[in-house]
């Protein structure tokens, strides 16, 4: 049986990108793998496979005693069914190291960037390996979403070289402007329902043993949100009810450049011990917030130690 | 503060290499680094530093609230005191992955190679900086001992490769004989107490609770040994009555490729569960087995289980 390349829960655009170009990679290289993915591709993610000619990864949602290679996390709260029977042979990430450990030697390529596709670009080029112009394309755009078009603090130089390079292969001439179409797909709210929206980029974290859950939801422009707030803040306490201590909903602005966070949690004081701003009732506007990654989870394991 | 470069406790001439070598790469990179040591050299790594003209690092054993780089180790049973509260921004390693988490994403290098120098041979590759002879020669020795001169299951053509290469660059002739000199540094018996011959090469594990340590001495004939066995003995039952588990100590004959290990364990039925071989009395042979990493962790570990 093939080896599975696959991301985390609730897959972005990253992670099912990463996951399709590392197994583009490593099958050149002579392994027997397949891309997949912890569900359904978001609007997001259909429209770049779209655009350039992809198809998505099998839905895969128990590995139990399989070969698995992971790409976008190294959590087990992200990690599917069995992991704990799965053979994890290797790991491609640019978040902070998780809790998932193994038994034996495994291939590690995890860089503090904006994006695992901008680290799947370097391992390539060290392979020497040549990035096909569709897997490219993909690729592209999954750093200008993680990245928020070169926004977002997690931006590093690295990413915004790949992208350079990325681009040129996949024959993007406007790079910007295929980031704005792509965020305004992400932006579209008509017709989702409100689990659907604050699940479209979600994630469950162990935090000194109190499980938390992170979405985001990243729009052009946060009044676009107002009829929503009601619904998203219902939906994140019903999330709450079963078994976790918190859940937050980040309502980032990419214009305003920030982050409105809507609050359900046991301790609704964690959020002022985290950012030193106190809620206005169960929400807070946090100026120049717009990573998950590298300010909201840090900030939130400190407050919770 | 220069963040520290350093490898696990009891370091071996991988983890006194890799944090040399590793240090200089990213001094060249532009870092603020300096390699460091939990303990000082082996007979084995003086006799590398002296051969190429190296100073050892400098011994730092408590890391509280420092930023540090590791080499050679992801697990916290091998890290030092105060890596609680130390910042974690990089891993150079090539053993299964350990326990160790960070808050913050960072730079892992960990492949699935015979020597943690290997590793860094690529790493100099990839950024374009030129390896010092000096350094080369050492790395080259940390290849020789971790491989076993290739003899290892360990050993990779990564490893073989990064070999001859670095043999290049230090401009050593004939390689096997350099690595057969360095063993007999190794195997030198007379004069050391028997602690220091079980801490030689000794590591403790955290196996499914249950604490584990895990001692190795290479020599170039076991019956060199003879003399030893009662002492060492005893040793290790002392080390186990230190709030362990287990504590077993191979003895590896590098010539007859296979290792006697000495066990001394609250369950010894453990050991006929890992490697399907009843132990005579407190010791057993396992022929072909060589590595510690490679062949008798993950057995415990899974017998553990």
Redesign the interface.
């Given at each position: 049986m093939s080896a599975l390349v696959l991301g985390h829960m609730n897959p972005d655009t990253d992670s099912i990108m990463a996951a399709i170009a590392v197994a583009d990679l490593y099958k050149k290289r002579g392994l027997d793998v397949k891309a997949a993915a912890q569900g359904k591709p978001t609007p997001e993610s259909e429209f770049v496979l779209n655009k350039f000619g992809l198809t998505a990864p099998e839905v895969v949602e128990d590995v139990a005693g399989q070969d698995i290679y992971l790409v976008d996390f190294s959590d087990l709260a992200q990690a599917p069914k069995g992991i704990d029977t799965a053979n994890?042979l290797g790991?491609v990430d640019?978040?902070?190291?998780?809790?998932?450990?193994?038994?034996?030697?495994?291939?590690?390529?995890?860089?503090?960037?904006g994006c695992s596709c901008t680290v799947v670009k370097n391992m390539y080029d060290?392979y020497g390996v040549e990035i096909p112009a569709s897997i490219a394309g993909g690729m592209l755009c999954a750093i200008l979403s993680d990245t928020v078009i070169f926004k977002s603090v997690?931006c590093t130089e690295d990413d915004k070289k790949a992208v350079e390079d990325l681009a040129k292969i996949a024959g993007v001439a406007d790079v910007k402007a295929l980031g704005l179409e792509m965020f305004t797909v992400k932006s579209a709210l008509e017709g989702a329902t409100m689990d659907e929206l604050v699940h479209r980029d979600y994630k469950d974290f162990n935090m000194n043993g109190n499980k938390i859950g992170i979405g985001q939801l990243e729009v052009v422009d946060l009044s676009m949100l107002d009829k929503y707030r009601e619904g998203l803040q219902a939906e994140i306490e019903k999330i709450k009810a079963d078994g976790r201590h918190s859940v937050f909903l980040l309502l980032t602005d990419i214009m305003k450049e920030g982050s409105d966070m809507l609050i359900a949690s046991d301790d609704p004081a964690i959020v002022e011990k985290a950012f030193g701003k106190a809620p206005e009732g169960t929400h807070v506007w946090l100026d120049g917030v717009m990573s998950r990654?590298?300010q909201v989870?840090?900030n939130f394991?400190?407050a919770f130690k």
């Open positions: 994890v790991i640019h978040h902070k190291l998780g809790d998932i450990t193994t038994s034996s030697p495994l291939l590690c390529w995890i860089w503090p960037a060290f997690t990654k590298k989870v840090p394991e400190k």
